[in-house]
């Protein structure tokens, strides 16, 4: 069995303050857009991940979906499965391909076995293995708020626009980008924004993260600027970097971009 994971936008982010736990309050709003990786379950005489695709830092035996897959096979004694990934969106780009790949290989595991497990219990396993990672059992457009691990439902849509990602050689790691970043209550919550006029999105929907990224790597914010220069009703890093995207009006061909960096067009 396989299924595709996409990948997600984060419509704006506000980091609100630092917890006790090492974790930051958050306010974002997550947005899944078409770009895909493929998990596929064999079953096998010993359970293993096998990467293919994009270059994944680190070995494929501490894979998050590895990881994902072993939980439920404690709890639920289930066989031996082969974990094939074929890595297509970005990696360290902000974009939560990992994630998706875990929390749907949780769904792929719950169908495959027959489970019956309930969305809040999938969610539950997908919140231990990162904080965004739970939003893809639902995978719809969603208010996250806490560390970005509670969610309530969003009314947005995005369809009759042309998203345009942008993915420049440069991998931002959750780390790095937490290190240096300042936090602050916002005036207005991000979901109360969210729901202005696009057009308004500009100068009141910020990423909070872009300030110490963009001192780190210039080019990111080149890359923001290009997309406003070139007719962008809104463009944003999304989440911790690397990847900017970009809703513009009408289709739109970025060739300049295009010479050094990835550019995924319609999302």
Not at 154 to 164: H, K, T
């Amino acid at each position: 069995m396989l299924s595709f994971a996409n990948a997600k936008l984060n419509l704006g982010l506000f980091l609100t303050e630092k917890r006790d736990d090492g974790y930051h309050n958050l306010q974002t709003v997550f947005y899944p857009v078409k770009l895909y990786d493929v998990v596929e379950l064999i079953d096998a005489e010993e359970t293993s991940c096998i990467i293919k695709g994009i270059d994944i830092p680190g070995k494929a035996d501490d894979n998050i979906c590895l990881k994902a897959f072993k939980q439920l096979q404690t709890d639920f004694n289930l066989p031996n499965q082969q974990i094939v990934l074929l890595k297509n969106i970005p990696v360290g780009a902000g974009l939560g391909g990992g994630s998706a790949d875990a929390a749907f290989l949780i769904k792929l595991v719950n169908d495959k076995f027959k489970l019956g497990l309930s969305i809040e219990k999938m969610q539950s396993y997908a919140r231990n293995l990162g904080a965004d990672c739970a939003f893809f059992i639902e995978n719809k457009p969603a208010y996250a708020f806490a560390k970005g691990d509670e969610f309530e439902d969003i009314e947005i849509d995005l369809s009759a626009y042309f998203i345009v990602l942008v993915k420049p050689p440069v991998h931002v790691s959750t780390a790095e980008a937490y290190a240096n970043v300042k936090v602050k209550q916002p005036l207005i919550s991000l979901k109360e924004l969210i729901h202005l006029p696009l057009n308004e999105w500009r100068d009141k929907i910020v990423n909070d993260f872009e300030t110490s990224v963009f001192a780190k790597y210039p080019q990111i914010d080149e890359i923001k600027t290009k997309l406003y220069a070139a007719g962008a009703t809104f463009a944003l890093m999304s989440g911790s970097g690397s990847s900017v995207f970009a809703i513009f009006e009408k289709p739109i061909q970025l060739s300049e971009l295009e010479k050094e960096n990835q550019v995924f067009y319609g999302i």
